[in-house]
């Protein structure tokens, strides 16, 4: 079972992100359990979007003690309890301009392949919103769902800008595949 946290602030699309994430890897022909949690629900405040992807029905219902992904929309975040669910094999992408290499020497013992998605949703048209590059840069990570059926999931789901939305994300998924040829 593939189990990922998606953590960011209201406001910044974290669950939207999970709700598309989930959507893609059901169209993957996968057992998909998805949910959100949110303290105030108001612009700023943490939230979270947890999935679990299995081939077989997903039956557990706890919180997810350690995740095999995270997707982080705010490095700020990358603390404490949510550090507390990754292990040696986790593989964290988190939203930032800093590098690789400063996350290996804050964040020693963890897999941190940082993405600027706010550079990539600006050059993208997509102002702030950065989901589309930050579903790119995971799939790549994770080698999950396809980037064609995570695009197909943008095309029916995008509320609005679909090119650019569809362009951020692959421009993420390529963001990351560089660094993995690279590593």
Same mark, same amino acid.
């Given at each position: 079972?593939?189990?990922?946290?998606?953590?960011?602030?209201?406001?910044?699309?974290?669950?939207?992100?999970?709700?598309?994430?989930?959507?893609?890897?059901?169209?993957?022909?996968?057992?998909?359990?998805?949910?959100?949690?949110?303290?105030?629900?108001?612009?700023?405040?943490?939230?979270?979007?947890?999935?679990?992807?299995?081939?077989?029905?997903?039956?557990?219902?706890?919180?997810?003690?350690?995740?095999?992904?995270? &997707?982080?929309?705010? +490095?700020?975040? %990358?603390? @404490?309890?949510?550090? =507390?669910?990754?292990?040696? #094999?986790?593989?964290? $992408?988190?939203?930032?301009?800093?590098?690789?290499?400063?996350?290996?020497?804050?964040?020693?013992?963890?897999?941190?392949?940082?993405?600027?998605?706010?550079?990539?949703?600006?050059?993208?048209?997509?102002?702030?919103?950065?989901?589309?590059?930050?579903?790119?840069?995971?799939?790549?990570?994770?080698?999950?769902?396809?980037?064609?059926?995570?695009?197909?999931? &943008?095309?029916?789901? +995008?509320?609005? %800008?679909? @090119?650019?939305?569809? =362009?951020?994300?692959?421009? #993420?998924?390529?963001? $990351?595949?560089?660094?993995?040829?690279?590593?």
């Amino acid at each position: 079972m593939l189990e990922i946290i998606i953590q960011g602030r209201g406001g910044q699309g974290a669950q939207t992100a999970g709700n598309l994430l989930a959507m893609a890897f059901f169209a993957q022909g996968r057992q998909v359990q998805c949910f959100a949690s949110y303290g105030g629900a108001r612009r700023g405040t943490p939230v979270s979007s947890t999935l679990r992807v299995d081939d077989k029905p997903v039956r557990v219902r706890c919180d997810i003690e350690r995740a095999d992904a995270i &997707l982080c929309f705010d +490095a700020s975040l %990358l603390e @404490g309890r949510l550090l =507390a669910t990754a292990h040696a #094999g986790t593989v964290i $992408v988190v939203n930032s301009a800093r590098s690789a290499e400063e996350f290996a020497q804050s964040l020693p013992g963890y897999r941190v392949i940082p993405v600027d998605g706010l550079a990539i949703a600006r050059r993208n048209g997509l102002g702030r919103i950065v989901n589309s590059a930050l579903l790119g840069a995971l799939a790549r990570a994770i080698a999950a769902p396809s980037l064609d059926v995570l695009e197909r999931t &943008l095309v029916d789901e +995008a509320p609005k %800008l679909l @090119g650019e939305n569809i =362009a951020a994300c692959e421009e #993420g998924y390529r963001w $990351v595949d560089a660094q993995v040829v690279q590593a």
